[in-house]
């Protein structure tokens, strides 16, 4: 836990001077997938990609970065290696919307070790390391008890890429209480892992939108998996439908009620 501790520090120092300054006062581009990034991003990698090697010695893969060099980099840090969003919720950021993240993960064997997702507007830092539990700054997750039934669960859900039949049913029939969508997905791990959602589900997530998070939320005793069943260990270019609960019992009775209307 200690290095997820020094991984804090350095997330909150290096928010303070790169993501902060820029906030309500940015320029934006486009990249070639439709999404977008700011100076802020571009800035902030650079920062982590300077430093996080201090940390522990590594190659970091960043978001903003091209397909071809996370490919390369992937390949080479089975032993170690960083992988970071350096702004998670980009449109959020932009549009003054005060809900986005750094999230940076630490993975060997392409697994998540050290994980830390940090809100820079609200000061709040969620961390794990594997096997030493799960804090929002200085408190234990998850914050509260959540519900052990669907049918009394608040969701975190974006409908986006889903299919039209699922969508459908979601829309007519939804199967919990209650949804939300804040448009951060490091964040919305995190809020699942404190108990501030009780399921959730994504139908498309690259790897630094849930590498931290994923870790997350195990420390804090939920469980997760990809929507199609598998494990949420692929490469930094495959984009994942995921699936998650704040406990396993909920997990079970959520990811069967989606593989029964998907």
Request: proline share 5%.
């Amino acid at each position: 836990m200690a290095k997820a501790r020094e991984l804090e520090a350095l997330v909150r120092e290096i928010a303070a001077t790169e993501i902060l300054p820029r906030y309500l006062n940015v320029s934006r581009g486009r990249k070639a997938d439709g999404t977008l990034f700011t100076e802020a991003d571009l800035a902030t990698q650079r920062r982590l990609a300077e430093t996080l090697p201090t940390l522990l010695p590594g190659p970091v893969l960043g978001e903003e970065m091209s397909g071809e060099m996370q490919a390369r980099l992937w390949s080479a840090g089975r032993g170690g290696l960083w992988c970071i969003d350096p702004i998670d919720g980009t449109t959020n950021f932009i549009n003054g919307i005060p809900f986005f993240a750094v999230a940076i993960a630490w993975l060997v064997e392409h697994e998540p070790r050290l994980g830390v997702v940090y809100n820079p507007i609200n000061e709040e830092c969620f961390y794990a390391a594997q096997g030493a539990g799960a804090f929002v700054n200085d408190e234990v997750l998850p914050l509260r008890r959540t519900t052990r039934r669907l049918r009394e669960a608040v969701a975190g859900f974006d409908l986006k890429r889903v299919s039209p039949h699922l969508g459908d049913e979601l829309v007519a029939r939804p199967p919990y209480f209650s949804q939300r969508n804040f448009g951060s997905s490091a964040l919305e791990w995190c809020y699942l892992a404190a108990g501030r959602f009780d399921v959730y589900m994504h139908a498309g997530q690259y790897l630094w939108d849930y590498a931290a998070g994923q870790l997350i939320l195990s420390e804090a005793g939920g469980r997760a998996c990809a929507l199609d069943g598998g494990s949420l260990s692929s490469g930094p270019a495959v984009k994942r439908g995921v699936i998650a609960a704040a406990n396993p019992l909920l997990f079970a009775e959520w990811r069967s009620w989606l593989q029964s209307h998907s």
